[in-house]
């Protein structure tokens, strides 16, 4: 096996500014990378067409100026996800100038692995050897300038948690950048696939259509891989030229099988890792002593991953999370509420129309605060999520809960969304961004909303309070209950019916434990907080508005009263409720405005029934039975997601039709459901 | 195996085994010819066996049976041969009747009265030709045992996952040790070049492996 090593021609230096992506592996330090190249000059947004986070920044290094695109961390660039066709699509697009591949030190095997991929399409690469502090802590030792001449790219030694090599790694790419592509980049496949290879090079090199940006060579080997890229491309192509492609691959893959039966992939991937394995002779050198030895992350997991600790360490380190979103989160949300009510008052004294004060007051004032108040939990839980992703211990937690998900036909990373529902659906819908596979991610979407948030508490404290004073734990807990049920079943339901492609399998690094850095926590918290925050924000505004034009038009007319079109949409909307045992325009009212936020049909209904605190109980327990008021409070569970979640999951699922998916299934479910138990009750006379 | 092939598909399978036995490669067009079948509905069919991973067949690719195909088509071959071996020596039938019969009988006759059968034949049909099955030294990834290391010997699988599970260094060759498992049974952890690997033992079941 011979590596081809050949001097680059020089090119005229390119005019700036450059284009520069960032790729590697999961895990291996590019966002750092990207994060140290960048500072604060960076834009959030979303890949075209995808749900996949796409992060833009400018080079900050002097007078210096360049495009940086952090991608999603890849494997190799044979794509399984939506994230990694994202990242090989643009690896692949010629797009950027350079590539710095950024290589965990301490796992340097692997991570070539997707390096020689990218050599082998011809890319301009330059190599940050990442982790190297860590590398050195197992006492390994790299070789870099014997790695750069054999791969025949710059390799730049860094340790992006400390900021170190940056300056050295801008050099390289700058160089880089201006030189033109390197000669072919070969990994020797032996006698008989090189002699194929060599038949399939030539004829690509006769379609300019495949290699504009790719390596002959390169398309070549793919041709044997059979990749499903490529045969689209090739699709593509007039027909006298793409029978000559097809019956060509189809006639060298059939040579090769008579020698490799169904092992010619294994072949050509065996091959690399070999290739891999000869470069690194004397490339890397392992101290003896310390090998036998267990490093620090396997003794901590020896207690983490415990068959018995295991769980209830997960359990305690979601509670964690949990007591400090809420507890330091609730006080925050607290002081903004009564800020903005502060606020209101402030300015309904300095107006004196009541109708104009109403309408700065309570729709703009209460819209931005009903915006404002979500801040404080979600700002928090992004943090924490992102310290647990950033320390390795989300890959345990997925490891730890695989074997309960796959009940549910879900992977082991939907369980983290789910059990933030129950804190707000906001940030759930929004963590399942995590999950690779797509129908995965749009399921585990669709059910959180059934987990009962927060929100929902005040609701079920009561109706419990007045209709089930004896057992009122039991009560708000069936209700908990009934939702993870139906999320359960809807899971298996949207699983069997909406998604039936293949199950994504569970193949994933459990990286070692690294200490998170402040500031990319800090930077993630803002990116995932700010992107909620714009389009979000719109929309839960928009709504508040529009709820108080409705409860304040015809003009004239009493606040959410009856003659209000608030109230007479819920009147016209009672009927529907009939046989649910809630057919009030009150009650229909509260449904509505709970729409931009469960608690608020607590209000609603102090509101519509014009009574305070104590009135409130009065009149409801007037107007409720207690069969009814359950019926309500699994309504009040069931029925569309609010505004904030559907805002979410609009942006999340990029798709209007999920979207009014996700709404549509749950009014219909809650409506069924409530009919249920109401029909279901008086039949079993508890009417 | 997760749903119950029917006779149809049976056919297809067992048609593939029988070329592959006598052709370098089966084409699509073989079988159809063979089974007096459509060019269109056989490549229908061997769509739906390779949704089921039975055939790996490729946009331009000859037809070729995976492990799980080849050993259920060796299975309803050998009821073929154990029915038409019950129909000809014990039951005197005409040859060219038995083989037709048997070709029908092979869909429908349960497990348990074939082994019945072929315990009967063992025991009073005497000169049998053994139908041999497929030998499986290996052991699978995923029934090792904490701490126990082992070297790679062959993925049992196809497609995207096989890619995948090479892709992540799970090599033939290279040295693995299974570091744990999860604290539900599942997935295990291995350690693989040097770095920790998760995966579900329905993917671990599909890397054979030999004990070091
Ligand atoms: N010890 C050490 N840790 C690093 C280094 N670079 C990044 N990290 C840490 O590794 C983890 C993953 O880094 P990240 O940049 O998110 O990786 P990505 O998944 O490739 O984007 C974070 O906790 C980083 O703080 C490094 O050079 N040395
Ligand atoms: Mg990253």
Redesign the pocket.
Known sequence: MSIVLEKRPEREKRPAPITVAVA?N???????IFNNLTGSHQQVGNWPGVTVTKKEGQLVMGSTKARIVDLP?IYSLGAYSEDEMVARDYILSGEPDVIID?VDAGNIERNLYLTTQMLEAGGNIVIAL?????ARRQNIHIDVRALADRLGIPVVP????LQQGMKELVEAVLEDAGQSKPKPFRIYYGELIESELEILEELVKTVPELTARLHPRYVAVKLLEDEDWLHKKIEALNGDTRERLMMAAGDSINRLRKHYGEDLDSALIEQRYSFIADLLKGVVTRSEDKKEKDTFTEVVDRVVLNRYLGIPIFLLVMFGMFQTTFTLGAPLSDMIETFFAWLGGWVAGGISSPLMSSLIVDAVIGGVGSVLVFVPPIFLLFLIISILE??GYMARAAYIMDRFMQNLGLHGRSFIPLLIGFGCNVPAVMAARSLENKGDRLTTILIAPLMSCAARLPVYVLFVGIFFTAYQGLAVFSLYLLGIVLAIIAAHLFKKFLFRGEEAPFILEIPPY?I??LK?ALLHMWERGSQFLKKAGTIIFAAVVLVWAMSNLPWGVEYASQESLMGMMGSWLAPVFEPLGFGTWQAASALIFGLLAKEIVVGTLAVVYGAGEVGLAAAISSAYTPLSAFSFMVMVLVYSPCVATIAAIRRETDSRGWTAFAIGYSLVLGWVLALTVYQGGKLLGLG | MPKKLSPSMQDYLETILDLSSTDDEVRITDIANRLNISKASTNQAIGGLVKRGMVTHRHYGPVTLTEMGRSEAEKIRYRHDVLKKLLIDVMKVDPEVAEQDACLMEHTISQETLTKLVSFMETYVVGREETEMPEKTYTRLSDLMVGTKAIIKKIVSSGSIKKRILEMGLTVGTTVEVKGVAPMGDPIDVLVKGYHLSLRKKEASLVLVEVV
Request: neutral net charge; glycine residues 12%.
């Open positions: 590697g999961p895990n291996s330090g590019k966002t750092s961390g950024v990442n982790m190297l502090d860590e860094t340790v992006a948690r950033d320390s690294r998170p850095t990319t």
